[in-house]
């Protein structure tokens, strides 16, 4: 299992050299070329999100991602350090919430999950993960 963690200060220009090392590690595994687009896309959208927390939140330390390659598939996990209301506190429960930013917040997961059929999502005071994963195929055998 090959592991690839890249750490970015909370900025919006930091977004895109994710999305293009997440492309280049998820087509180094062997994630199929057909579905590298919604690499990136998956990866900028969970990058942004991370990001605009950092910010809002007023936290200074880097947005984390992990590149992990297994055997027979390729996960990206996006992680932020912004408290996050508790399950059972209700939306809107940490400081600087509103409404807006709540939506702003769903309609980010919601295109995550109509990009990538395995995302999984936690989060709680202590900070937010987004895992998402997808298959890889092995390279081919070469016959000699």
Do not use: N, Y
């Not at 090392?21 to 896309?41: F, Q, S, T």
């Not at 992990?68 to 996990?77: G, L, N, T």
């Not at 917040?105 to 999502?121: F, Q």
């Amino acid at each position: 299992m090959a592991t690839v963690e890249l750490r970015f200060s909370a900025l919006p220009e930091h977004v895109r050299t994710a999305r293009l090392v997440a492309a280049a590690v998820a087509r180094r595994a062997g994630v199929d070329e057909a579905v590298l687009d919604e690499v990136r896309l998956a990866v900028g959208e969970a990058c942004s999100r991370a990001v605009g927390l950092h910010q809002i939140g007023g936290i200074s330390a880097p947005v984390k991602v992990l590149l992990i390659e297994e055997e027979k598939q390729f996960s990206i996990e996006v992680g932020d350090e912004a408290t996050h209301a508790v399950a059972g506190e209700g939306a809107g429960a940490g400081p600087g919430d509103s409404d807006g930013e709540a939506d702003e917040d769903e309609m980010g997961l919601a295109v995550i999950s109509g990009l990538v059929d395995d995302v999984e999502v936690s989060a709680g005071e202590h900070g937010g993960l987004i895992k998402m994963t997808w298959p890889t195929t092995p390279p081919p055998t070469i016959l000699v």
